[in-house]
């Protein structure tokens, strides 16, 4: 009868077991990473006995941990997936809200600067109209430069996150390698018994790790694990870990990039997670929004020299730079052995493409490729001063000697914006006025008049001085009594730059004469010119205007922040779907512990009262012999 | 399928607070009244608004060049109604001079009143927009353009001001002065005539250009001898000549001339070219003419040609005063056309960014209350699930 007594103590062990599982489950029903156990239980057998087996009560095999492989490896891909698309969401819709905001956006400024240059076109006299504009152009010029300082300022933000998550990412490594020496450790000591909740600390460091950058797992036999990032490099290797490191990219450019064990760059091949997240957002965002602000301000710039350098100032002298030049930034690989340095200057902003490039020599000639995408772009020139390498909107210019295989950054406008300032400080060199004024004199008996008179080339030595064109028939003309050319009515008189237009017919012996206008003028010929800025096209080509390519940007960032949001959204689902799946097949739920807890409860009394019996039936025995 | 406690609760909390966020938004663009908060919100509406945006600041750029140029306009406007006033009252008063009644004091009177026009007449050249700015001084307008008072000497230019007023129009904002009231003529613009030191009582009745393409602008001396005219260029060529009758024209190069009276043997009249005479000058002339002596009747015959001149030229002057005042008329047509433009295209831009951004009332009220519905269902929901729990019946 000793058998039932046993049997009864292996139910009061297993149950016990069971009950103290059960409480574990409970207690941890709130514990992030938590999976639930349950006790294995198995009946035991007995020995043979002539009129067969009978059994031996019950023994609890195992405490299994229940978790799927499978879902926990789907989890870090969905958690490096949610994290990256959160991390470039976050930053787009930043960016989205500087731009697209009516008090810090480009809009205002932008405007009110075509209405001041509006104002002093239809009052080019008026000091206060010149004063106004010379405001509005700088505010104009601080908010490109606030607009670029907030983008030099995330560039700066994701550099710090860069650092700190990778410094995250190798302490998380180093914590997973240690617990991958305790669990092969902790098997070992408990006969190949799962350390349950070690496990579960484990896939917790993994998740964190996955969450920030891209990694993949593979098992080990003794029940480690290895981690590797998406270029293959293994972070963790059973019980050693290596790091994750940021430093200067090749050119020192100020740009961070990712190396591993502070030996290879990666950054290239690192996708997922906040890493990949931010990698994204730099290059996708930050780039070349930058350097489409900074081609804007390239383009305004541009445009108002080109034509402010048409006109003549209030002082009576030929406009010079209203915004000062912008120039490009070229950075030289620290690994170059030549001693060439290049310098970046923005010859037409039209063809400007807001792209980066890379520059390099082969020992023979230069070559540029577009930074984005690697394709070759064509070069034509010598690099010298007077023959600089020109492509896309850039000369560049070669000075010292390169070594075969030198290359170098070239970013023509990632800092125009912040390089957008008004140069002329005394309102009265804004040159709102025609440099030349004709005038018909009065004794003239043809119907002829003077219908416009405009710049050509406003470089000409020649411009200022005086002419006198002399029709010495109707059809015919000399200049400065000189010459005879012919004329039909609708000619141009092109002269020393200008380009005189008259309207009805001229007699002979009329004479127009064309002269320097003076200090002072009131009139608003180039002021109107520069007023119809708003409306020309100045970059693309001349197939945008300012505030197409700011609609643009807009729109851009716009979209781009909207296409971010969605894609977290739907990367939400997705890893919710499959936390769902782990919650399903892992979380503990009250309910069916409470069930469990009656259930073990119930056995545990019946086993308890299996005991009872033994001792009773014992006791009949003993009893029985007694009497 | 089997659900976990702790999931239940999380994503109980997860959709309130995606409810939530949902009702956020709602509130701040009823707050607002506007749909887009930002250009994620509709990035083409956003990126058109812009575009939009700039188009509707432009239109109010043009609606205040047009503003300007209609201030500008209206005041020269009303200066050159002012001035053909004044070149009517010089007409009247040269018509009163021709008046053979008049002595050389009542003659002395009017001539008096004609240099008081003279200097009204400067002093409309000389008008300013009331901020500085002379009307009729080219792009020179910081100075009065009009000075002196022998010769009228112009500090000016010929230069315009165009003002931009739709995409494609400009309109000049004012005329140079050297265009109103110097590039006249005297005569009748074509050819003037003059009388020599004639003894005879023959004096200008007519004369006029028949044919333009015939008048070669020579200068050219009609003398009589004997009842007969004859007619010489300069190169003293007799290119026409006959028998002289009062009233009747004599007719050469494309131009025809009469005359009443009688002349003496070897009076003459020069027909010349006209040379640019400005609107001072020509009240000038009328002034001087006044003062001429009217004793004989040679004397009275010569005024009458050179008063016949004057009132041609005063008369011209008038039209071309009348015609500057209609191309002002028509640029201010032009304004109100450019206006009627720009308000039309503002409006379409203004209805476009409106649809583009502004809040839907109705549909955003309405989604409130379903948002808010649907937020107090899940509260209550996860109120009630929460408050289940097997443990309460173990006891």
Do not use: C
Not at chain 2, 162 to 181: I, K
């Amino acid at each position: 009868m000793s058998d039932l007594l046993s049997i009864g103590v292996s139910g009061l062990l297993a149950y016990r077991k069971a009950l103290d599982t059960a409480g574990h489950n409970i207690a941890n029903v709130n514990t992030p990473g938590y999976s639930r156990q349950r006790v294995e239980l198995g009946s035991r057998i007995g020995g043979p006995q002539g009129d067969g087996y009978i059994g031996a009560g019950v023994s609890s095999n195992t405490v299994k941990r229940l978790a799927d492989a499978l879902i926990t490896t789907r989890l870090q891909g969905d958690s490096s997936a949610y994290s990256r698309a959160e991390t470039f969401s976050g930053i787009a819709s930043r960016v989205d809200s500087w731009l697209s905001d009516t008090d810090s956006g480009l809009t205002r400024p932008l405007q009110s600067f075509y209405d001041a240059l509006s104002g002093l076109s239809s009052n080019p006299g008026s000091s206060a109209a010149r004063q106004t504009l010379l405001s509005a152009g700088q505010s104009l010029a601080s908010r490109y430069s606030d607009m670029q300082s907030q983008f030099d300022g995330l560039e700066t933000e994701i550099n710090q996150r860069l650092t700190q998550t990778a410094d995250e990412v190798t302490r998380y490594a180093k914590q997973v390698a240690d617990l991958n020496e305790r669990i092969v450790l902790a098997k070992g000591q408990a006969g190949g018994q799962p350390p349950n909740d070690l496990l579960d600390q484990r896939d917790s460091l993994i998740k964190e790790i996955a969450s920030r950058i891209g990694i993949t797992t593979t098992d080990q036999d003794d029940g480690g694990i290895n981690v590797f990032t998406g270029s293959g490099q293994a972070l963790v290797l059973g019980r050693q870990a290596n790091s994750l490191t940021v430093g200067d990219d090749a050119y020192a450019s100020g740009r961070k990039e990712l190396f591993f064990s502070g030996g290879q760059n990666i950054t290239a091949q690192t996708s997922g997670g906040v890493i990949g997240g931010l990698l994204d957002a730099r290059r996708e965002l930050l780039d070349p929004l930058r350097n489409d602000l900074g081609r804007m301000a390239a383009g305004l710039a541009e445009a108002m020299n080109e034509q402010h350098a048409q006109g003549m100032d209030a002082k009576g002298q030929m406009g010079g730079d209203f915004f000062a030049d912008i120039g490009g930034s070229v950075y030289g690989a620290r690994a170059n052995t030549g001693n060439a340095t290049v310098s970046v200057g923005l010859s037409d902003a039209g063809a400007l493409t807001g792209d980066d490039y890379n520059l390099s020599y082969n020992g023979s000639g230069w070559q540029l490729t577009r930074a984005r995408d690697g394709s070759s772009v064509a070069l034509t020139g010598s690099g010298t001063a007077g023959d600089p390498l020109r492509a896309e909107g850039l000369s560049l210019t070669v000075g010292g000697t390169p070594a075969a295989g030198d290359r170098y950054l070239v970013k023509p406008t990632a800092q125009g914006a912040s390089q957008l300032r008004v140069a002329i400080t005394d309102a009265s060199r804004i040159a709102a006025a025609s440099p030349v004024r004709a005038s018909a004199a009065l004794s003239n008996t043809g119907s002829a008049t003077v219908s416009s008179i405009g710049v050509s080339d406003a470089s000409n030595s020649s411009l200022l001085s005086g002419v006198t064109i002399q029709f010495t028939g109707p059809n015919t003309y000399s200049v400065n009594g000189s010459g005879s050319f012919a004329f039909a009515a609708g000619d141009s008189i092109e002269v020393n730059g200008w380009s005189l237009k008259l309207s009805g017919s001229p007699a002979s012996g009329d004479s127009f004469s064309v002269s320097a206008n003076t200090a002072g003028s009131n009139d608003n010929g180039n002021a109107r010119a520069l007023a119809k800025l708003s409306t020309v096209g100045v970059l693309d080509g001349g197939r945008s205007t300012l505030a197409d390519s700011q609609a643009a940007l807009v729109g851009r960032a716009g979209a781009q922040a909207q296409q971010a949001s969605l894609q977290v959204d739907a990367q939400a689902a997705v890893k919710a779907q499959t936390e769902t799946e782990q919650a399903s097949m892992s979380g503990v739920n009250l309910d069916e512990e409470a069930a469990d807890l009656v259930r073990y409860q119930q056995a545990y009394q019946a086993a308890a009262r299996v005991i009872a019996v033994a001792n009773e039936v014992f006791q009949s025995l003993l009893d029985a012999a007694r009497n | 399928m089997r659900i976990s406690t702790s999931m239940l609760q999380q994503s109980a909390i997860g959709q309130l607070q995606k409810q939530q966020s949902a009702l956020a938004k709602t509130q701040l663009q009823l707050a607002t009244g506007q749909r887009l908060q930002s250009a994620a919100d509709d990035p083409s509406g956003a990126a058109s608004a812009v575009g939009l945006d700039q188009a509707a600041a432009q239109y109010q750029r043009y609606q205040d060049q047009i503003n300007v140029a209609r201030n500008r306009l209206g005041l020269e406007e009303n200066v050159l109604a002012d001035s053909v006033e004044l070149l009517q009252r010089v007409r009247e008063i040269a018509v009163e001079l021709n008046n053979g009644t008049q002595s050389m004091q009542t003659r002395g009177i009017l001539a008096n009143e004609l240099k008081g026009l003279r200097e009204q007449l400067v002093s409309y050249a000389n008008a300013d927009d009331g901020q500085g700015r002379y009307l009729f001084g080219g792009s020179q307008d910081g100075v009065a353009p009009f000075s002196g008072n022998g010769i009228v000497s112009y500090a000016g230019d010929q230069q315009q001001r165009l003002l931009q007023v739709t995409g494609s129009r400009t309109v000049a904002d004012a005329d140079p002065g050297s265009e109103v009231f110097l590039r006249l003529r005297d005569g009748n613009g074509t050819f003037t005539v003059s009388s020599g030191a004639n003894t005879g009582t023959a004096g200008l009745k007519n004369a006029r250009l028949t044919d333009a393409s015939l008048w070669d602008g020579g200068s050219y001396t009609l003398s009589f001898t004997g009842g007969n005219y004859e007619i010489r260029d300069s190169g003293n060529v007799v290119v026409a000549g006959g028998a002289y009758a009062q009233g009747q024209a004599i007719a050469f190069r494309g131009v025809d001339v009469s005359f009443t009276g009688t002349p003496a043997d070897g009076d003459s009249f020069t027909v010349g070219p006209s040379q640019q005479r400005d609107m001072f000058a020509q009240i000038d002339e009328l002034v001087r003419v006044a003062g001429l002596p009217q004793d004989t009747a040679a004397q009275r015959a010569q005024v009458q040609t050179a008063m016949h001149q004057s009132l041609t030229a005063i008369d011209a002057t008038s039209l071309h005063v009348s015609d500057v005042r209609a191309t002002v008329g028509n640029r201010l047509a032009v304004l109100d056309d450019a206006e009627s433009q720009n308000a039309a295209q503002n409006e379409t831009t203004q209805a476009a960014l409106s649809s583009i951004r502004d809040l839907d009332y109705a549909e955003a009220a309405t989604r409130l209350s379903q948002q808010l519905t649907a937020l107090q269902a899940a509260q209550q929901t996860f109120a009630r699930v929460q408050g289940m729990s097997l443990f309460d019946y173990l006891r």
